[in-house]
């Protein structure tokens, strides 16, 4: 038997992708083998972010915000007591969905 896939709505992709530390997250999630700790991810977000945010400010952001988001789209998983964090196959199609808007050149 087939796999169904879960339509996505709209309106709540295009809520998560408002804030770019979700479209980092996806981007930078789709681009592991497997899953990250939610340090190290904070980390990769901080080396980057044009405001100069800390990885720790970064990780409470995560934790607290944007994950949780996230999550609620089906686009990552989050095991909040082991601290990692993973892409789902949800997120994989979000990912083609930002790789398309870049190469297209709108977001």
Known sequence: MAKIRPRLDLDDVC???R???RR???RLLANRSG???RAELARTLAEE???GATSEAVE???YHVHL???VDLNAVRHDADAGTVAITETGRRIHQYLDEADRTGCE
Do not use: G, N, Y
């Open 60 to 62: 409470l952001s995560l």
């Open 19 to 21: 804030s770019e530390r």
């Open 24 to 26: 980092r997250t996806v």
């Open 68 to 70: 949780p988001k996230l």
């Open 49 to 51: 972010d044009p405001e």
């Open 35 to 37: 899953a990250t700790t």
């Open 15 to 17: 809520s998560a992708l």
